[in-house]
């Protein structure tokens, strides 16, 4: 059994930094990919990091300012978000999963109910 819990959300203004942690209060192997996603209004969810034993990959438009990092003796995935931006805001979400590590929603098996991050201008 694995529970995602997201925290670190918040406002900011623009330019400012947030530091979002993901913490699993159930094992998860460190074979599996952990991601960070997001889903602002009126737009499809979408993947914004990703880390695996292979390496990290960022959406393109995150480059740069996100770092996404993972602390396995404390169960946490974090997101340190820096340079935020109006458009960065969003529900953001952690998941897990197996099959894969990329950006598809369908390959990941975990998820939490998400964090808010509202970054105005």
């Known amino acids: 059994q694995v529970h995602l819990v997201e925290s670190g959300g918040g406002s900011v203004q623009a330019g400012g930094s947030l530091r979002l942690s993901c913490t699993a209060s159930g094992y998860i192997s460190n074979r599996y990919c952990m991601n960070w996603f997001r889903q602002a209004p009126e737009k499809e969810r979408e993947g914004v990091a990703s880390i695996f034993s292979t390496g990290i990959i960022y959406e393109d438009s995150v480059k740069g300012r996100f770092t996404i990092s993972k602390d396995n003796t404390k169960n946490t995935l974090y997101l340190q978000m820096n340079s935020l931006k109006p458009e960065d805001t969003a529900m953001y979400y952690c998941?897990?999963?197996?099959?894969?590590?990329?950006?598809?929603?369908?390959?990941?098996?975990?998820w939490g109910q998400g964090t808010q991050v509202t970054v105005s201008s």
């Open positions: 998941a897990g999963g197996w099959i894969s590590c990329d950006f598809i929603l369908t390959n990941f098996h975990f």
